[in-house]
């Protein structure tokens, strides 16, 4: 069965430092969406992707963050310059364009010390 | 504002016990419903959905049914196992297409014991 990707599992950083996470979604899929998850909270949408555009966003989702389909199988989520109030789970997700059904990864840990 | 409110947990049932975790929700036209598991380390995983009024979803023995009536969608299992011992998420969102994001209730901890 097919399934959405993700590396690294687990990543450190320093405050300040930028990041890029990594997604590989579900190879049939047009549409791309990160989540984070603060540890004892609530998954919170962050941004959506379609035909190599941001389609939505929340707030979190502010000038620190971006997203990149940089070739045809990967989606990337960048933190430009880390901050500890980062450290959250962020999971990628893709779905087809005909429903509303995502498809989750397993997700990376982001500790930022 | 849209949202999703579940019930706290953790939820400590014992094998073979019924199960039901509620969950309700605020939100403006018909949005689609949805639980999510997470297993310990693991990703969410879709448990099932329901789009419309009335409509019933059902996956691995767990059912819900989506009440507009009572803006809810409770998650019920008659008989749980060990293997059900997860994290259980309610989500919605507001429009039946893709793109659209999910908002999450808090998620609520079964534990089964045998």
């Known amino acids: 069965e097919p399934e959405v990707t993700q590396t690294p599992s687990h990543q450190v950083t320093q405050m300040g430092q930028e990041v890029i996470l990594r997604c590989v979604p579900i190879s049939n899929h047009l549409y791309f969406y990160w989540y984070r998850q603060i540890l004892g909270q609530k998954v919170e949408f962050l941004v959506s992707f379609y035909n190599n555009e941001i389609s939505e966003k929340s707030e979190i989702f502010d000038d620190q963050f971006s997203v990149e389909r940089p070739d045809g199988s990967n989606f990337t989520l960048k933190i430009r310059s880390t901050k500890l109030e980062d450290s959250a789970m962020y999971f990628c997700?893709?779905?087809?364009?005909?429903?509303?059904?995502?498809?989750f990864g397993p997700g990376t840990r982001l500790t930022v010390l | 504002g849209d949202s999703v409110t579940q019930m706290e947990g953790p939820v400590t049932l014992s094998e073979e016990a019924f199960l039901t975790i509620n969950c309700t929700y605020t939100?403006?036209?018909?949005?689609?419903l949805f639980w999510y598991v997470q297993y310990p380390g693991e990703g969410l995983q879709l448990l099932l959905k329901a789009t419309k009024a009335d409509d019933k979803g059902s996956n691995k023995g767990f059912e819900a049914t989506y009440r507009k009536e009572t803006t809810s969608f409770h998650l019920e299992k008659g008989s749980v196992q060990v293997s059900d011992s997860a994290v259980y998420f309610c989500?919605?969102?507001?429009?039946?297409?893709?793109?659209?994001?999910?908002?999450f209730g808090k998620g609520t901890t079964l534990s089964v014991s045998s």
């Open positions: 997700a893709s779905s087809d364009y005909l429903t509303d059904t995502q498809y």
């Open positions: 939100a403006t036209g018909y949005p689609s």
């Open positions: 989500a919605l969102t507001l429009a039946n297409q893709a793109g659209t994001a999910l908002i």
